[in-house]
T-cell receptor
């Protein structure tokens, strides 16, 4: 199985901050990586697919980059509604696997 | 607008079989845009785990860690797909999500999700 490791596991930030979350794969996954946002009690919401493609309806302050084993999700200017947990997911091979999550909290 | 809704018992006894159904609305389950459907679960306070994916024709892809206990099937006449997980233990307690799987080849992702249903395994 491909292991997905996210860092940090949690972070505190202020509204307006630039936030970067990292996801590392245990082997190369090309660009086959997605990012999801999950708020408490809600289903995950797709933000980014194939590493850098923005899902329709997702604000442009979210962006993704990377290929191979190292990927980043960037929020250019953190908004109050962005406080949530973020997950990466690889689809290079089955089983599809998710990272452990990064919780973004209010500073 | 594609919508998914999970249904099934919220409490299952240990060693029994967990059965959930996902009802799809807004598109046919065998549409030319959406035809792969997945199940993902999340134990309370933990991360996400892919359970498996089913093609509208019935082809299945399972997580090897659950493969011996999981069965997915689809009912195109009802626009539903279903999950059965046998011999459950407390470790199977989780919120279970159904989702539409989009993309192609290795570039696949889950773009629409049900609200999730909590299944507790307890006697």
């Amino acid at each position: 199985d491909i292991q997905m490791t996210q860092s940090p596991s949690s972070l505190s930030a202020s509204v307006g901050d630039r936030v970067t979350i990292t996801c590392r794969a245990s082997q190369s996954i090309s660009s086959y990586l997605s990012w999801y946002q999950q708020k408490p009690g809600k289903a995950p919401n797709l933000l980014i697919y194939t590493a850098s493609s923005l899902q329709s309806g997702v604000p442009s302050r979210f962006s993704g980059s990377g290929s191979g084993t190292d990927f980043t999700l960037t929020i250019s200017s953190l908004q109050p509604e962005d406080f949530a947990t973020y997950y990466c997911q690889q689809s290079y091979s089955t089983p599809l696997t998710f990272g452990g999550g990064t919780k973004v909290e209010i500073k | 607008q594609l919508q998914l809704q999970e249904s099934g018992p919220g409490l299952v006894k240990p060693s029994e079989t967990l059965s959930l159904t996902c009802t799809v609305s807004g598109v046919p389950i065998s549409s030319n845009t959406y035809y792969y459907w997945g199940w993902i679960r999340q134990p309370p306070g933990k991360g996400l785990e892919w359970i498996g994916t089913i093609y509208y024709s019935g082809s299945t892809y399972y997580n090897p860690s659950l493969k011996s206990r999981v069965t997915l099937f689809v009912d195109t006449s009802k626009n539903q797909f279903s999950l059965e997980l046998s011999s459950v233990t407390a470790a199977d307690t989780a919120v279970y999500y159904c989702a539409s799987q989009a993309g192609f080849g290795s570039g696949i992702y889950f773009d629409y999700w049900g609200q999730g249903t909590l299944v507790t395994v307890s006697s």
